[in-house]
């Protein structure tokens, strides 16, 4: 279902129905035309209405070739066209009957004229035609090209729709999920397993290091001075022997807050060195279409406080991404606002191109870069910018206003209170009934999470619900890891440069009660998983809490 009804578009003077329109861009929207020239002849205006090309901003001028762009690579072969005419008609004496920029685009096939020139008559003559019948006027309706009802403009922008639709979540369009899981399987079925895996990789680990101190000694020397002034000592085996013979690393209960800088593979501690945040921004930036993430549309089920419409509800995520888990939210509840921070700008980009290509008003969304790894006590307004943008080396400290035009007057509003607030986290005071940190807390090291809890217990409203989903201990992927990517207990980095965590119950729940919430719910969520192709079964383990803020909490937990 489309949700452009949502907003108005006007073409000039006149009014264009929600269900003419197919896709839409920050600044730009796509429309089926009332007289085609040809089959697929389509229109892409601004939202603005501006007469002339001259009078468009840069950013309205990229933005309609970028619309441009993707409507007409999606209609080419649709029409099975094997070319596309793109033509501005600028000014009157240029054709152009409506006053409002706008780009015809039409699929264009071998013989379709006779002569290629005669396709800019043919625009002319149906552009007149097309804005006499907007005016009301009658026309000659035995021409060739008839002007076209509704019901028939309405039908074809609904088959557009499918084929521009948003690109950047395989779930877009998806209803919520119509069943939860959480106990295919007891924990303690893959505990066996998950220790045996474990203690692989620390064997593999130790292995790589002694392996690393037997080359010739100069080559070892410019490590061996880095890690010890960083206080980090990698003697052959003593880490992995101490580790394994204390049993934390097997049993799986170790110490959230401890330090993981002593298992840092060669090479690892220089790209740490310069913040996570930064592997994320080369993430999303890499992978601009956001394919690696479908929609989280089992949350609604495993959350139902998401789905109270009244009062309404300020849901706000940290780490959001690019909206895996907030577009579900924005969807389902219609009467919600969401407040999304992620240390990457690149990320949030793509959450706002989302919920804008899929028909959400962009007055719900509020977006800011955070680095939810450290606190900044004492923030002023120097921590807040005002023009937005900026952060993309992933070491942002403070929170930092989005830069989409559609919402820049509400960002700067709540920019402007957090800027004043009086708390070490510039979340302090956001007032959010409920905040979401998805698979987030894992790509943080260990000692950075409780910052991350921190922040949230800073921006949740007292009474307000933390929810939280992240990867359990001795998950599918964990044991999968080879022992070269182990960092620390049960932390590992991904080949692209994230980290991965992975949480026991306990970790969990004492991070929460330390940061000053209540336990309401902290448990694994055990789901299988089948391949459809092999029929190999697959055990994910997660862990599920919801925490509560205490009512007649302070302000900051002590």
């Known amino acids: 279902m489309c949700h452009c009804h949502l907003q108005e578009y006007f073409f000039g003077p006149w009014k264009i129905a929600a269900d003419e329109v197919f896709v839409t861009s920050p600044h730009c929207f796509a429309f089926v035309n009332l007289k085609p020239v040809v089959p697929g002849h389509v229109l892409v205006s601004p939202k603005r209405v501006v007469a002339r090309f001259a009078e468009l901003s840069p950013e309205e001028v990229s933005d309609?070739?970028?619309?441009?762009?993707r409507v007409g690579t999606a209609l080419e072969p649709h029409f099975g066209a094997s070319s596309l005419t793109l033509a501005i008609q600028?000014?009157?004496?240029?054709?152009?009957?409506?006053?409002?920029?706008?780009?015809?685009?039409?699929?264009?096939?071998?013989?379709?004229?006779?002569?290629?020139?005669?396709?800019?008559?043919?625009?002319?003559?149906?552009?007149?035609?097309?804005?006499?019948a907007h005016a009301g006027w009658k026309l000659d309706l035995d021409k060739e090209r008839k002007v076209r009802t509704p019901e028939e403009m309405a039908a074809e922008a609904a088959e557009l729709r499918k084929l521009v639709r948003c690109p950047g979540f395989v779930g877009e369009g998806s209803r919520i999920a119509g069943e939860y899981h959480d106990a295919d399987f007891e924990w303690e079925e893959v505990e066996?397993?998950?220790?045996?895996?474990?203690?692989?990789?620390?064997?593999?680990?130790?292995?790589?290091?002694?392996?690393?101190?037997?080359?010739?000694?100069?080559?070892?020397?410019?490590?061996?001075?880095?890690?010890?002034?960083?206080?980090?000592?990698?003697?052959?085996?003593?880490?992995?022997?101490?580790?394994?013979?204390?049993?934390?690393?097997?049993?799986?209960?170790?110490?959230?807050?401890?330090?993981?800088?002593?298992?840092?593979?060669?090479?690892?501690?220089?790209?740490?060195?310069?913040?996570e945040g930064a592997s994320w921004e080369r993430f999303h930036a890499t992978h601009s279409q956001a394919r690696f993430f479908k929609e989280k549309r089992y949350l609604m089920l495993e959350f139902p406080a998401l789905g109270t419409e009244d009062p309404q509800q300020h849901i706000a995520e940290i780490g959001c991404g690019c909206g895996s888990a907030l577009l579900p939210v924005l969807k389902t509840n219609p009467t919600c606002r969401v407040t999304g921070c992620?240390?990457?700008?690149?990320?949030?980009?793509?959450?706002?191109?989302?919920?804008?290509?899929?028909?959400?008003?962009?007055?719900?969304?509020?977006?800011?870069?955070?680095?939810?790894?450290?606190?900044?006590?004492?923030?002023?307004?120097?921590?807040?910018?005002?023009?937005?943008?900026?952060?993309?080396?992933?070491?942002?400290?403070?929170?930092?206003?989005?830069?989409?035009?559609?919402?820049?007057?509400?960002?700067?509003?709540?920019?402007?209170?957090?800027?004043?607030?009086?708390?070490?986290?510039?979340?302090?005071?956001?007032?959010?009934?409920?905040?979401?940190?998805?698979?987030?807390?894992?790509?943080l090291r260990p000692e950075e999470q409780p910052a991350a809890l921190a922040h949230a217990y800073a921006a949740l409203r007292p009474g307000g619900l933390l929810l939280f989903r992240d990867y359990g201990l001795y998950d599918m992927a964990q044991l999968r890891f080879p022992g070269s990517q182990l960092l620390g207990e049960n932390l590992y980095r991904r080949s692209e440069g994230t980290l991965a965590y992975f949480f026991s119950t306990q970790a969990l729940r004492t991070l929460a009660l330390a940061a000053g919430f209540e336990e309401m719910e902290c448990q694994y969520a055990r789901v299988q998983l089948r391949n459809r192709k092999n029929g190999t079964a697959m055990r994910r383990v997660f862990v599920h809490g919801v925490f509560r803020k205490p009512a007649a909490a302070p302000a900051t937990a002590a």
């Open 90 to 132: 600028d000014g009157p004496q240029a054709g152009q009957t409506v006053p409002h920029v706008h780009v015809h685009v039409l699929p264009r096939k071998p013989g379709d004229f006779e002569r290629n020139d005669e396709v800019y008559d043919a625009l002319d003559a149906a552009s007149k035609d097309a804005a006499d």
């Open 64 to 69: 309609l070739w970028i619309l441009a762009q």
């Open 342 to 443: 992620d240390v990457s700008p690149t990320a949030l980009a793509l959450l706002r191109r989302a919920a804008e290509q899929t028909g959400i008003d962009g007055r719900r969304i509020h977006t800011f870069v955070l680095d939810a790894s450290s606190l900044a006590p004492g923030a002023d307004s120097n921590s807040v910018s005002s023009s937005g943008g900026g952060g993309s080396s992933g070491s942002v400290v403070g929170v930092h206003p989005s830069s989409s035009p559609s919402s820049s007057s509400s960002s700067n509003a709540v920019g402007a209170h957090l800027s004043s607030s009086p708390s070490g986290s510039p979340l302090a005071g956001l007032g959010a009934d409920s905040l979401l940190l998805i698979f987030t807390l894992s790509a």
């Open 192 to 275: 066996e397993e998950g220790k045996a895996a474990v203690a692989r990789q620390l064997s593999e680990w130790a292995e790589r290091q002694a392996g690393q101190q037997a080359a010739p000694a100069e080559q070892h020397a410019g490590s061996s001075t880095s890690r010890n002034e960083s206080g980090s000592s990698l003697a052959s085996g003593s880490l992995a022997s101490s580790s394994a013979s204390s049993g934390t690393l097997l049993g799986g209960s170790s110490s959230s807050r401890s330090s993981s800088a002593g298992w840092e593979r060669e090479g690892e501690a220089e790209g740490a060195s310069q913040g």
